[in-house]
């Protein structure tokens, strides 16, 4: 069903200068005149008058009144309004109207009436105007009614000044006063579906009609033609037409043709058709042709490049975007495109897309690079050939399972030759992963199965990690038993878990060797030879049980215990040999089944403390401070005792001294540890909150409740087997949001233990020799907050009301005057620039061994956003490093919205990658995608920078 809007003209109401005087006598006399001529025939005609005027007039209300077929008589009636003031139904006498200027006779004439002989299923016209209706039977019955005219029936209705109603040929008409009287103009409603044209022919019963000077809607964009003819609801022919998704009433671009067909609402067909930009002809015209619907999305074509021009020296003049877009089908699309430049540098990339709804969908990317000099002879000639691998993949499975797959390998240089993006070119990793997912219905346990590998650039590591399998069941009270009203025992708290994972892991740090990565996994011998490192794929399986009892609780205190057991497997152990031949240790790994095992138990108990003090400071009346304590005692035996056989001895030199290692030692999932644990913990976690207390103007008081301090933490331990250094570092941490719209955020550490002349720890405490207790060794806080206008655009309060009357009849222009009062009432408006932007600040400081230290800090201003006006915007991102003295990599930008289309401007000033972009695009999908096949008309765009590829 196609939709109807308004035709777009421009606003031009004609006044009406009549006295009520002049419009009464004016009345008076037709109506005087045509009484007259009633009265004249009917002393000719007698009854036969009266037989004739009760088969042209419409049923009163809701009767039905028919007419037979063979009419005779074809004289002229004309009803005057005054005579049917004795049928009911027909003429209702509203209130007389306030304002004495209107202008009209304000008495309404309202019916329904049917046609022909009645059918099963008919429907009878409903009709009603304002002023009077003139009845017609010369040749045809037709009927005219004035003033706010409404005739129709369930198919439409057609509201007008004045309408004409053809019974006959069941066809209904009305037309604007003047040509430039858009406010006159009649209006077809059918449903939703409206439209507004200068004259409208509409047949009711097919369903038909013709406008001049109307527009069509459809799904993307509007038709608008000066002959507009609907032969079907499906289909409408339209002369001298305009198409164009742009909804102004002169729109920003649009085809142009002699002729055009539209078929439903997906296809337009067209004859000696003109595309039009800014009014712009475009030099080509085509023949013939039609606009099929998401013509960008199911359109195959020619990606059409555009001249660019990038640092003579290094590349020279070239072409971009050079490529073809292929369409298979709705679920797979592809696409290649190229860059080339007349140094010889040049980029190509393969995308291929692919997609079913809800159960996968994912693209596949391909691209090589070659960055070269002018001249191979030059001097400083060099070549760098880049590739990147990307591959993205989502399925889901069943609800209860699904894949994804995020896939990114690339060379060391591909973003620093082919990406603006700042971030892009800041990494000096890449990483892919792999997963599947799968949770019992029930959520009885979950399974998860992933890979990751990672390339670190910066030192030429790789790191493959998997199949990594973890198996998690839930946490499970055998003992429990439900029953309302009873107390639970001691043993029904009793809860058990159960986790498992098995891991592997290959580590590839090359060392000035040409073996690589994909090589080197495939044989250990060569891993070997590259990276000097005996152990090739590291594999392991750790389980892990844990058991939890609460011992004691009430309102005071709680008391809980927990023991975790944990058991190792690997397909091989760590073995150590001393080599007198060579008098060193020499390492390996020895062949079999190794399986190892340990265990831990704590007890913990926990509380809460409440302080509260009446005082006051300021508005805040009385201050409440929590204390929760946490002590907890941890044991773990010493596994490096002989008993457990976990543990080696090897000598290490040629005196004979021996040491221990782990014959677990380097594994992926770790082993049992040495040392024995006797381990006292001790945690405070602290609360300050505070009553506020504000009175209004009025003296009223209201109360409410503050937290000056988050969560303040405290945190250390003591190990009663250490041999030395036996009490842990003090953690700390804070959190406040105290200050509206600021976050704040701190943490430190502090040692207890003493330093040497070369800054190393010793095993002695501070206390000891210069009074302090305490020495920080790192320490981190970070504060940010975000501001913004309040309120965006122009406020409701000062918006200035243009003043119309309460009840406009569009129909009826007399209440229009020369001067609009609201001109020079309207109050001025207020300048009001929305904007926004967020604040970072994060300093670091952190003692390293040797008595030096390390410190960064940096204050990041970011999404810094003005809206100068409701359509231009302007944007940027500033940062300083406070260290180094020197701003960060930061980049400006301007928008602008042109209603149909989108300019944009980027400029980064600073840096190595200098560079400013401008772009002007069309917003609509179907009409950008046209544009983008016709040449000229894509290169829309200046960029200026030594890099490939631009954002977009």
């Avoid at 039905?64 to 074809?74: G, I, K, L, M, N």
């Avoid at 507009?228 to 009433?249: A, M």
């Avoid at 381990?679 to 009223?700: F, M």
Wanted: hydrophobic fraction near 30%.
């Amino acid at each position: 069903m196609n939709r109807w809007a308004m035709t777009p003209h421009s606003w031009a109401p004609a006044a009406l200068h009549l006295s009520f005087s002049q419009i009464t006598a004016k009345v008076y006399f037709v109506l005087s005149a045509r009484f007259c001529i009633i009265v004249f025939l009917f002393t000719v005609t007698g009854i036969t008058l009266a037989a004739g005027i009760s088969h042209a007039l419409p049923a009163l209300h809701d009767t039905t009144v028919t007419t037979p077929p063979d009419r005779t008589d074809e004289a002229d009636r004309q009803i005057d309004p005054d005579s049917l003031q004795e049928q009911p139904g027909i003429i209702d006498d509203p209130p007389a109207a306030e304002d004495d200027q209107a202008g009209v006779d304000d008495r309404t004439i309202s019916g329904t009436g049917e046609t022909g002989q009645p059918a099963e299923g008919d429907d009878p016209v409903h009709f009603s105007s304002s002023d009077s209706l003139i009845f017609s039977n010369r040749e045809e019955r037709t009927a005219t009614l004035f003033g706010n005219a409404r005739v129709g029936n369930q198919m439409g209705e057609l509201t007008a000044g004045e309408v004409i109603l053809n019974l006959d040929r069941n066809l209904m008409s009305a037309q604007a006063g003047e040509a430039a009287d858009t406010l006159s103009e009649p209006v077809l409603q059918r449903g939703e579906d409206r439209v507004r044209s200068q004259k409208i022919q509409y047949n009711y019963k097919t369903d038909k009609g013709k406008f001049d000077v109307a527009r069509v809607s459809l799904d993307q964009g509007n038709v608008t033609g000066t002959q507009v003819k609907r032969t079907s609801p499906d289909v409408v022919f339209v002369d001298d037409g305009i198409y164009s998704t742009c909804d102004l009433d002169h729109p920003h671009f649009y085809i142009r043709a002699d002729r055009m067909k539209v078929v439903g609402e997906d296809e337009i067909f067209f004859t000696r058709a003109r595309l039009f930009i800014l009014d712009i002809p475009y030099p080509l015209v085509f023949p013939f042709g039609f606009v099929p619907s998401r013509i960008s999305r199911k359109q195959s074509g020619i990606l059409e490049p555009e001249f660019t021009y990038q640092e003579q020296q290094q590349r020279g003049i070239g072409l971009r975007n050079l490529g073809w877009f292929q369409y298979f089908n709705d679920n797979l699309t592809g696409q290649v495109d190229m860059d080339i430049f007349t140094s010889g540098t040049y980029r190509i990339s393969t995308r291929m897309n692919y997609r079913r709804t809800d159960q996968y969908n994912g693209s596949v990317q391909l691209e090589f690079s070659r960055d070269q000099g002018l001249e191979p002879t030059d001097l400083d000639f060099t070549r760098s050939d880049q590739r990147r691998l990307a591959i993205d993949h989502s399925q889901t499975i069943n609800p209860f399972s699904s894949i994804s797959a995020r896939i990114n390998l690339r060379t060391a240089d591909f973003y620093n030759r082919n990406s603006y993006d700042i971030d892009d070119r800041a990494e000096v990793s890449t990483s892919s992963r792999v997963s599947y997912n799968y949770s019992h219905p029930e959520g009885s346990y979950s399974f998860n199965v992933s890979s990751n590998v990672n390339q670190n650039f910066a030192t030429d590591a790789t790191t493959l990690t998997g199949p990594d399998a973890r198996f998690s069941m839930r946490r499970i009270t055998p003992f429990q038993s439900s029953g309302p009203g009873r107390d639970e025992s001691w043993y029904e708290s009793l809860s058990i878990q159960y986790n498992a994972r098995i891991q592997s892991r290959y580590n590839f740090r090359p060392q000035d060797t040409d073996i690589g990565f994909f090589e080197a996994l495939l044989s250990p011998s060569k891993h070997e030879e590259a990276t000097g490192d005996f152990r090739h794929i590291n594999a392991g399986l750790r389980q892990e049980a844990s058991a939890s009892l609460q011992l004691f609780s009430n309102e005071f205190i709680n008391m809980n215990t927990n023991v975790q057991a944990r058991e190792y497997w690997y397909p091989d152990s760590y073995r150590e040999e001393w080599d007198p031949e060579e008098a060193r240790v020499v390492s390996s790994m020895e062949r079999g089944f190794t399986a190892g095992r340990d265990f831990q138990t704590s007890v913990s108990a926990n509380t809460a403390i409440y302080g509260i003090s009446p005082t006051g400071i300021g508005r805040f009346r009385s201050f409440r401070h929590t204390i929760e304590p946490s002590l907890s005692f941890s044991y773990r035996p010493d596994f490096s005792d002989d008993f457990w056989g976990f543990y080696r001895e090897v000598q290490i030199n040629e005196e004979g001294d021996t040491r221990q290692y782990s014959k677990f030692e380097g594994g992926v999932v770790g082993g049992p540890g040495a040392g024995e644990q006797r381990s006292l913990g001790i945690s405070i976690s602290n609360r300050l909150e505070a009553k506020e207390v504000r009175r209004d103007t009025t003296g009223e008081r209201s109360e409410r409740n503050v937290r000056l301090i988050d969560r303040l933490n405290l945190s250390t331990s003591y190990n009663f087997a250490a041999e030395n250094f036996n009490l842990a570092d003090l953690s700390a941490s804070m959190t406040s949001s105290f200050f509206p719209n600021l976050n704040l955020n701190a943490n430190a550490n502090f040692s207890f233990y003493d330093t040497d002349d070369d800054g190393n720890r010793i095993d002695q405490y501070l206390w000891e020799e210069s009074g302090r207790f305490l020495r920080m060794t790192r320490f981190t806080f970070s504060a940010s907050t975000s501001f913004s206008s309040s309120r965006g655009g122009r406020r409701d309060g000062q918006r200035t009301e243009w003043h119309h009357p309460e009840h406009y009849d569009p129909f009826d222009q007399a209440r229009f005057h020369p001067i609009d009062r609201a001109i020079h009432e309207g109050r001025v408006q207020r300048i009001d620039v929305p904007w926004s932007f967020s604040v970072n600040f994060n300093y670091r400081w952190q003692e390293l061994p040797g008595g030096d230290s390390r410190q960064n800090a940096t204050l990041n201003v970011r999404n810094i956003q003005f809206r100068l006006t409701p359509e231009w915007q302007a944007g940027t991102n500033i940062g300083y490093d406070f260290v180094e003295k020197e701003l960060t990599p930061s980049n400006f930008s301007i928008t602008r919205n042109l209603h149909c289309w989108d300019l944009s401007f980027q400029w980064n000033p600073f840096g190595d990658t200098k560079y400013f972009m401008f772009r002007l695009t069309v917003r609509d999908s179907q009409i950008q995608g046209l544009l983008q096949k016709l040449p000229g008309l894509n290169n829309l765009e200046r960029t200026s920078g030594p890099i490939n590829r631009f954002p977009r």
